[in-house]
């Protein structure tokens, strides 16, 4: 019996035609703020984004999902009919009862086994782990991953206080987008391996409350809350041995990869870890300077583009690497 392996047959990724530029942007902060002095050209700075995408009005974390799923679906002349599960993943929520894949599932018209998968920033990298498992096994043929990231409301326009503004700065680096990607079962293998890893201990230093409403039973999602300090010396500090011994035990070095994509929250991460594994500018797609942090689709966004680009071709080899708070890390290894 042949063993059956899985490959990525298609990405797409849906990226919201309004753009607000970090100048702008600080421009209304300061305009809506005259008390609090909004520090210009900080912000591009210390994250290097200089341009965001905002999801139209009424579009959620479901509809830019969909938008993308759908995308894949025209252009590479697929119908819904043949994806034997759906798979949502995305740090945004939409709702927390049922599953957001639901949602997608019937918007897009899918009568398939649905379900989420949520590892903040590392989700859809996670989703295709499980989608290739489930593919290797022969429990589905054909895996849709979808997600959609709507996170642009987390950032606050109205301050009390100087010290307001500078905890509220992280969320001024995030962008909304959606994106596709669809697996299949293969004779060759097209995912080639997987790992991740986790350290728990510093999950505190990036997180998303939800909090209870004073005098009431209400709860909702509170300030995204970020320790810059704690964060960036937990980056530092991680043992991400287990990304080059991966690639190694698959007879493979950082240098074979045609394209590596990286989570990119800031430009200095993705610079960081270039230096770390040793990688060729050429290898690299940046994206955080004209998308911003896009969350979990920042990875299928990089590979869409590579893809688009001409820069990564059937055959070539890919690394897609992933950071999330938390905090965990791992990559996905892909013969195009």
Known sequence: ????????????????????????LEARLAARNPDVEILHGAITKLSGVRYRHIAEPGCTTVELGIAAARKLLTEHNRSIDEIDLLIFCSVSLTLLEPATAHAVAAGLGASCHVFDVRNACNSFVTAMQ????????????????????????????????????????????????GAAMLLEASDEP????????????????????????NGTKTH????????GLRFARAFAEADLSIIPKTVAELGLSMSDFKVVCMHQPVDAVLTSLRDKFELREDQLVRVVSDHGNS??????????????????????????????????????????
Do not use: N
């Open 190 to 213: 097209g995912v080639l391996g997987a790992a991740f890893g986790a350290d728990s201990s510093t999950w505190e230093s990036a997180v998303v409350p939800v909090v209870q409403t």
């Open 1 to 24: 019996m042949t063993d059956i392996a899985s490959r990525v047959a298609a990405v797409s990724v849906h990226l919201p035609e309004t753009v607000l530029s970090t100048e702008d």
């Open 220 to 227: 909702q999602l509170g300030d995204f809350q970020v320790d």
């Open 130 to 177: 499980v989608a290739d498992s489930f593919i290797r096994t022969g429990t589905y043929r054909r895996v849709l991953v979808v997600a959609g990231e709507w996170t642009t409301p987390v950032m606050k326009w109205s301050f009390a206080s100087q010290e307001d503004y500078l905890a509220a700065c992280a969320g001024y680096t995030v962008s909304d987008a």
């Open 295 to 336: 969350a979990a689709t920042c990875l299928p966004l990089q590979l869409a583009i590579a893809v688009e680009q001409g820069r990564v071709q059937r055959g070539d080899l890919v690394a897609m690497i992933g950071l999330a708070s938390g905090f965990s890390y791992g990559v996905v290894v892909l013969k195009w």
